[in-house]
């Protein structure tokens, strides 16, 4: 089974552009949720989706959004990047909250994302 | 608000010798405890532990959660280089399956060196 995909990889952008960043998960897989990570704050939560419906969203300004399709693909947008968005975006994902083993989540690569 | 500590932060062993690593929560609604292990790209699952007092074990690793006291070691014997990672703690809240997410810790750095 194909595990979770992100692209791109890796990403340089210059402050004030934006961002769009893209996670396929697991097939069969319904629950896709985004983290950040830096070396200072570790793994943040971002924002997690099920059904296309944002069921939580972690501490992140609204220059952080996000979306699922129907097809459980998720994107994540970042508008006005500022420096410290630099991080390595990681998109995970889960069966869903209804069935046994539903808590664990998968992680795809990440994009690692520059801003300068 | 959730709350995940790791200890060590850091931890620097010889192969073959045996560490603990452990992590401490305060969560609203504990569900499950999970540890990851990231080397240099995104972290690869471990254990996922719900239930207070029952080990599970995969080869060499293996991981207990106290419901009671708030806590779960992982415990790897017979370290070897590969198993230089961070590892990662995470744990997840929430009733009945809404509004799930994961607080994760800052991680155990360890070093396995020859």
């Known amino acids: 089974k194909a595990g979770v995909t992100q692209t791109p990889r890796y990403l340089i952008k210059t402050r004030g552009q934006q961002v769009t960043l893209s996670c396929s998960p697991i097939?069969?897989?319904?629950?896709v949720s985004w983290y950040q990570q830096t070396p200072g704050q570790g793994l943040q939560f971002l924002f997690e989706?099920?059904?296309?419906?944002?069921?939580n969203k972690g501490n992140f300004p609204g220059r952080f959004s996000g979306r699922q399709f129907s097809n459980s693909r998720s994107e994540m947008n970042v508008s006005t990047l500022e420096l410290g968005d630099s991080a390595l975006y990681l998109c995970?994902?889960?069966?869903?909250?209804?069935?046994?083993?539903?808590?664990?989540?998968?992680f795809g690569p990440g994009t690692r994302l520059t801003v300068l | 608000e959730d709350k995940v500590v790791q200890s060590p932060l850091s931890l620097v062993v010889h192969e073959g010798d045996t560490v603990t690593l452990n992590c401490s929560y305060e969560?609203?609604?504990?569900?499950?405890l999970l540890w990851y292990k990231q080397e240099k790209k995104a972290p690869t699952f471990l254990f996922m532990l719900?239930?207070?007092?029952i080990e599970k074990k995969s080869g060499r690793l293996s991981s207990i959660l106290d419901k009671k006291e708030l806590f779960s070691i992982l415990n790897i014997t017979a370290t070897q280089t590969g198993d230089s990672a961070v590892y990662l703690c995470a744990v997840g809240p929430g009733s009945g399956g809404s509004n799930y997410k994961l607080t994760f810790g800052k991680g155990t750095l360890l070093t396995v060196n020859p």
């Open positions: 097939s069969g897989h319904r629950s």
């Open positions: 719900t239930s207070s007092g």
């Open positions: 969560v609203t609604n504990f569900r499950s």
């Open positions: 989706y099920f059904s296309e419906t944002q069921r």
């Open positions: 995970a994902s889960s069966l869903g909250p209804t069935l046994a083993g539903a808590d664990t989540q998968y």
